[in-house]
């Protein structure tokens, strides 16, 4: 069940906040480093909450018309991988390519987006 306020993102938003402004300023060394982790594990969490739902279903759905199967996300990544390990997405690998590429791009964008202009994926 959900919260009224703050909501979890506010949260997550208020600390990683309070971690960049009031207490990384503060820190040196290998402490300095750990406040620039922990933010920016906050701020992969934000996006994973604000992204991840619409991102998942994206990908099931791709799955679902690449296999044409219902299933989650879960069995049908496994029935994926198991097709092409058996062969038998020889000859729809053009497609199953572009699913791939997607969902990387799509995980990319969650974990690091700096990232995906130097993968050629933006």
Same mark, same amino acid.
């Given at each position: ?48 909450? *604000?992204? !991840?739902?619409?991102? @998942?279903? $994206? ?6 018309? &690449?296999?044409?199967? =219902?299933?989650? %996300? ?10 092409? *390990?058996? !062969?038998?997405?020889? @000859?729809? $690998? ?6 791939? &590429?997607?969902?990387? =791009?799509?995980? %990319? ?14």
């Amino acid at each position: 069940m959900s919260q009224d306020r703050p909501t979890a993102a506010e949260l997550i938003d208020a600390v990683r906040e309070f971690i960049e402004k009031d207490v990384a300023p503060e820190l040196s060394g290998q402490k300095a480093f750990h406040a620039r982790v922990a933010a920016n594990a906050l701020t992969l969490a934000m996006r994973e909450l *604000r992204d !991840g739902p619409a991102t @998942d279903a $994206a990908a099931r759905d791709r799955l679902r018309n &690449l296999l044409g199967e =219902e299933g989650d %996300l879960e069995t049908l990544n496994r029935r994926l991988a198991e097709r092409i *390990r058996v !062969g038998e997405m020889d @000859d729809r $690998a053009d497609a199953t390519l572009d699913h791939l &590429l997607k969902t990387a =791009e799509d995980k %990319l964008r969650i974990a690091n987006p700096r990232h995906l202009p130097r993968a050629g994926l933006e």
